[in-house]
């Protein structure tokens, strides 16, 4: 088993930044990629980033150029960067993690943190 924990969310203005970071425990010798998911009220949970151990990335269309994972394999942890954060990106975000080494790492969640973007 993986247990995963995230850092607080926040309320941030629209155009600000944020960083999220989680720190994963238990068998982490098993993962093989780390990512993170948001849920926005009313919608459906979405895959924002994911980083697999050999450092390979992939973003949400919506996300790219405005965040940036990444994954420290030594202390097993991930970090999603986000800047011109918009009233759109308000969600519950979600790290992740799995053993395979795909784009939607889904094998463990953590609890979520939400993030709030309004002036």
């Known amino acids: 088993q993986v247990q995963l924990v995230e850092s607080e969310g926040g309320l941030v203005q629209p155009g600000g930044s944020l960083t999220l970071s989680c720190a994963a425990s238990?068998?982490?010798?098993?993962?093989?990629?780390m990512g993170w998911y948001r849920q926005a009220p009313g919608k459906q949970r979405e895959v924002v980033a994911a980083?697999?151990?050999?450092?390979?990335?992939n973003y949400h269309y919506s996300v790219m150029d405005r965040f940036t994972i990444s994954m420290d394999t030594t202390k097993v942890t991930t970090r999603l960067q986000m800047s011109n954060l918009q009233p759109r990106d308000t969600a519950v975000y979600y790290c992740?993690?799995?053993?395979?080494?795909?784009?939607?790492?889904?094998?463990?969640w953590g609890q979520g943190t939400q993030v709030t973007v309004s002036s």
């Open positions: 992740t993690a799995s053993t395979a080494r795909d784009y939607y790492p889904e094998d463990y």
């Open positions: 238990g068998n982490i010798a098993s993962i093989n990629a």
């Open positions: 980083i697999t151990t050999s450092g390979s990335t």
